[in-house]
């Protein structure tokens, strides 16, 4: 069956660092683009940053570029997304999404993983 599974949120100060990561299962991981979106408490969906099915392209949020890197091992099945200089504003929960990258129709989710970040 499919299955995205995150890992890696944790508490963390301002300033820190963490790097997520989404274990995909039951598909052709290879042949999506994968997304990172996060959803904090009172705040709408927001996209934090896309990757092509090889890695060659990449998009990010303005509110984390410079800050984030989104990076892929098609042999592992993995994608990540490592996050530097986090500000409390990027507490949420993050969350994993594949798109068949042939018909940007097809689409998983994956259960979410939490970040804080506080002093």
């Known amino acids: 069956q499919v299955q995205l599974v995150e890992s890696g949120g944790d508490w963390v100060q301002p300033g820190g660092s963490l790097r997520l990561s989404c274990a995909a299962s039951?598909?052709?991981?290879?042949?999506?683009?994968m997304r990172w979106y996060r959803q904090a408490p009172g705040k709408e969906r927001e996209l934090v940053a896309s990757i092509s099915t090889y890695g060659g392209t990449t998009h990010y949020a303005d509110s984390v570029k410079g800050r984030f890197t989104i990076s892929r091992d098609n042999n592992k099945d993995t994608v990540y997304l490592q996050m530097n200089s986090l500000r409390p504003e990027d507490t949420a929960g993050y969350y994993c999404?594949?798109?068949?990258?042939?018909?940007?129709?097809?689409?998983?989710w994956g259960q979410g993983t939490q970040v804080t970040v506080s002093s």
């Open positions: 999404n594949a798109v068949f990258a042939l018909s940007q129709r097809s689409s998983y």
């Open positions: 039951g598909f052709a991981f290879s042949t999506y683009n």
